[in-house]
């Protein structure tokens, strides 16, 4: 099949060899005419000379007739052309006449007839004398056969010409169709991406190999371009990556359809799965969480209604799972046409603030309940004495001030906790000095002897004699010994034993050391709860016991000793058997404070 500009090539150029041919066949018209003519004039002299020749004889007086013969008869066989010769008299009648019979047998109608006058030349005796006429018929093949094989010569000149350009451009189109083709497979590969395909330049010559080359210097370019690129798009992911594994807030990617595309190992961490591969693929409206809730069922519903909303502000919704509280908030993530991709979800362990914050609000209930009791008890004393004052003997007067200036004290206690737990907490230095802390302890242990007497337990105080001195606050030591023993009382049953001991140990880690025990055989502290102890508003009996306070204590504790003796803290206490309580104060590091 040849190409669509090969066809019209081929159409053009048959006009273009029409239109010679119709000029060559004018031109060729033109040269029939004058050739006739020219056979004429020929015609005509051979008519002259055979007259001229011929006048003697017949103006011989001897048989004129033998000698006119022989004459015209050489003439015949001399010449193919002539098919006749006749001689009339003066009157026109024939003399005599001769043919050669195979030319007169030729096509008629090419004939031709010459005649010319029989005329004695004039001589200075004699005017012309005129005999008659000879009248020659020529074949008129010779204009034929010219004017025949010049048109034939024309015709195949004119096809092989013809022939050849059409073969021409056939050949042409077929070479270079192929040619083409290797080059369109060429930019059919690089449309889809293989950079860098070479078309071989082998057997391709001009216009086509320079094609090529700028096409394969294009494809080179092109995969150099792509692999800057790839190198640009890998450091990119690779620092979006670094990011991403260090951030501590965890990061899923979901697409449109809710299907985890990517997380981060904190991601992976919070929902409590080892590596990504584990949900990538699902969806995350199917994660189920350990206790079999699904956890992130309704917070994508909510959401898609949420960007619904004209400026809708950020999105940020608390998930509950078994083992952490996450804070999860969900942002878009679009092209940069503005088309939704699919969502980015934030993920942020806030397990200890929302612990915190339970916590605070238990402490909150617990304050104001403890602060209430003994405000009410004061008002109704106080209401009894005011008003009925006259009414009471001398003892329950008194018994009623011993128990206002108790409660008073408690109260004033308890004010006095929040206010140091609050002074402690913002870090306000506390002047030290170097002293022995066997008074403090001596001296808080005895302040408890009372209470303990109340509730029939036996205390027991062991202090190695010679501690060194320490640089301490002595309130903040004395407040220390007071909540471990307020706790040691508190949470004994009665009868049981609390023991007091301090001894110097040595620690492997800061050396020699002052060591404080409070040791309580009481209701003692399940294992789970240890590691929480010491922090803020924890408490037990939120969770198991019904023993009232407020969850200070052991933070204070912890804050004195720790943050402003650089000492340390522990516990050890096993449920149902008792606890130990105490702390150390390094002898040699921080004498200088
Ligand atoms: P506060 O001391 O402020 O009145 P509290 O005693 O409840 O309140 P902390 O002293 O901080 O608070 O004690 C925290 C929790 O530790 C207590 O609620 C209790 O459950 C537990 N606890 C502390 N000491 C002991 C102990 N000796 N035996 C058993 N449990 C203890
Ligand atoms: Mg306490």
Not at 381 to 401: A, N, P, W
Not at 443 to 470: C, D, G, H, R, Y
Not at 476 to 481: A, F, L, N, T
Request: charged fraction near 25%; charge should be negative.
């Amino acid at each position: 099949m040849l190409a669509a500009e090969n066809r019209v090539s081929i159409i053009l150029i048959s006009l273009v060899s029409l239109l010679f041919l119709v000029v060559a066949w004018f031109l060729y018209g033109q040269y029939t005419r004058s050739l006739n003519t020219h056979y004429d004039k020929f015609g005509s002299l051979v008519a002259e000379i055979v007259a001229s020749g011929a006048v003697d004889r017949v103006n011989s007086p001897l048989s004129p007739q033998i000698k006119i013969k022989q004459f015209v008869d050489r003439m015949l066989d001399e010449h193919s052309d002539l098919v006749s010769v006749e001689f009339y008299d003066t009157e026109g009648n024939l003399i005599y006449e001769n043919r050669d019979i195979q030319a007169s047998a030729r096509d008629k109608a090419q004939q031709r007839t010459f005649t010319a006058r029989l005329q004695l030349p004039s001589t200075q005796a004699m005017r012309p004398q005129y005999l008659g006429t000879v009248s020659i018929t020529m074949t008129g093949d010779t204009v034929d056969d010219i004017s025949t094989s010049t048109r034939t010569m024309l015709l195949i000149v004119f096809f092989s010409a013809w022939l050849l350009t059409v073969l021409a451009v056939f050949v042409n189109s077929v070479f270079l169709q192929k040619h083409l083709q290797r080059l369109l497979q060429g930019v059919q590969r690089l449309s889809t991406g293989d950079f860098g395909f070479r078309i071989n330049e082998k057997n391709l010559w001009g216009e086509l190999r320079e094609l090529a080359k700028s096409f394969n210097d294009m494809s080179m370019r092109l995969r150099i371009y792509e692999d800057q690129n790839l190198d640009t798009i890998a450091i990119e992911r690779n620092k979006f990556e670094a990011v991403l594994l260090s951030i501590a807030d965890g990061t899923v990617v979901v697409n449109h359809a809710g299907d985890i595309m990517m997380m981060n190992p904190s991601g992976c961490q919070h929902l409590s799965v080892t590596s990504e591969d584990a949900l990538l693929g699902r969806n995350l409206s199917e994660y189920v969480s350990e206790d079999g809730q699904q956890s992130f069922e309704t917070l994508l519903d909510d959401y898609k209604r949420h960007i619904r909303q004209p400026d809708a502000p950020v999105f940020a919704h608390q998930v509950e799972m078994p083992e952490r509280t996450l804070n999860v908030s969900v942002a878009t993530i679009q092209d940069a046409d503005g088309n939704d991709l699919g969502f980015v979800l934030t993920t942020r362990d806030i397990t200890k603030e929302a612990e915190v914050d339970r916590l605070k609000t238990h402490f909150i209930s617990n304050v104001s309940h403890e602060l209430r009791t003994p405000v009410t008890t004061i008002q109704s004393y106080v209401d009894t004495l005011y008003h009925h004052s006259d009414d009471l003997d001398e003892d329950t007067r008194i018994e009623f001030m011993d128990t206002l200036y108790t409660e008073t004290d408690r109260l004033k206690k308890m004010v006095n906790d929040i206010l140091d737990f609050s002074r402690l907490e913002e870090g306000d230095e506390l002047i030290k000095d170097e002293q022995d802390i066997t008074p403090i302890i001596n001296l808080t242990v005895q302040s408890f002897k009372v209470l303990a007497q109340q509730k029939e337990l036996t205390m027991s105080t062991n202090i190695e004699s010679n501690l060194p001195q320490v640089w301490v606050h002595s309130e903040s030591i004395e407040r220390v010994m007071r909540n471990l023993l307020s706790n040691a009382v508190k949470y004994t049953e009665q009868g049981g034993k609390i023991k007091v001991r301090a001894e110097m140990v040595d620690t492997a880690d800061n050396g020699p050391a002052i060591e404080v025990r409070v040791e309580d055989n009481g209701i003692g502290i399940p294992k789970a709860y240890l590691p929480k102890i010491f922090d803020r508003f924890f408490r037990v009996e939120n969770d198991v016991h019904t023993i009232k306070g407020t969850g200070l204590g052991l933070h204070l504790v912890k804050t004195a000793i720790e943050k402003h003796h650089d000492g340390e803290v522990f516990v050890d206490s096993t449920e149902a058997e008792g606890s130990t309580f105490g702390f150390r104060l390094f002898t040699t590091s921080h004498n200088d404070n």
